[in-house]
């Protein structure tokens, strides 16, 4: 795996370099098909990756949210994300990041979440503590809490959990505070223990794929809104259906399901 962890930062370490020029530089964007922005940053820093990764692991599949999957019958396949949180880097909030997972038949093993702007990078492997470096302090690791009178809750944007607002609306009465806005940057905060859950809707596989290793890592739980765990798509199967629960304590867990339950 060494050599998979090098090529994942090797991915985002390119990207990185990529976007940093773009950032308040007042991009244009353009609406893809979901409504969803896409600008040149987008586009190139995938592209990018996407060589890097090919010169490394030249066998190995490739998911892009903006160029689709080379090689899609490899049992291992890389996912990316060349900016999760396309509308935070265009308002100029460094709140957004790439991210880069490496899936085993379809379940993630290797997950890396960068911020290019901050320096902080996490690195999840399936079976071994989560890494984070960055120039903030700070380590990972997910923290203790008891209850969910006592837990932070995040998610990225009421718009995002569209029909499913009065289940989120239900966990959002049980906790402490709820904030709002951090795409993948949440999850990496969740990861270092300043917040406690974060329940979002409408994710696709290159939003939560990284995510897992990261979390789990930690000392986390993520699984969809019924408690299963992701799954990501196939001829067969269309996978989880983008709702997304993480927490850092896992006692949490099955009370936050029961929330979004009803129950």
């Keep these: ?9 090797a991915a985002a370490d390119v990207a990185g370099a990529v976007i940093r020029p773009f950032f308040r530089a007042r991009l244009p964007a353009t ?3 979901d409504r969803s922005p896409v600008t040149i940053a987008d586009r190139t820093a995938e592209q990018a990756m996407r060589a890097v990764l ?29 900016i999760d949180g396309t509308r935070a880097f265009i308002t100029g909030r460094p709140v957004f ?14 997950g890396v979440i960068d911020q290019p702007v901050t320096g902080e990078r996490w690195v999840g492997l399936a079976g071994q503590p989560t890494r984070f470096r960055g120039p903030f302090g700070g380590a990972a690791g997910t923290r203790p809490c008891a209850s969910l009178a006592e837990a ?3 998610a990225t944007s009421p718009e995002m959990l569209g029909p499913h607002r009065p289940d989120w609306d239900r966990l959002a009465g049980a906790v402490r505070r ?60 269309s996978g989880s259906d983008g709702r ?17 339950a009803g129950r």
């Design 178 to 237: 709820v904030s709002w806005g951090g795409d993948c940057y949440a999850y990496g905060l969740l990861a270092l223990g300043q917040i406690d859950v974060i329940a979002e809707a409408d994710l696709k596989l290159w939003d939560w794929a990284a995510l897992v290793p990261v979390i789990e890592g930690a000392g986390g739980r993520i699984t969809d809104w019924t408690g299963q765990a992701l799954r990501a798509g196939s001829s067969h199967d």
């Design 31 to 33: 609406l893809k098909h």
């Design 54 to 82: 090919a010169e490394r692991c030249p066998d190995h599949g490739i998911t892009g949210e903006e160029f689709g999957t080379d090689r899609p019958d490899a049992r291992l396949r890389w996912v990316l994300d060349p």
């Design 152 to 154: 932070e809750l995040s």
């Design 97 to 110: 990041g790439t991210l880069i997972a490496l899936l085993d038949d379809g379940v993630p093993i290797l």
């Design 1 to 9: 795996m060494d050599a998979r962890v090098a090529a994942a930062e």
């Design 244 to 260: 997304v629960l993480a927490v850092g304590d896992p006692t949490l867990h099955a009370a936050a399901v029961a929330r979004l």
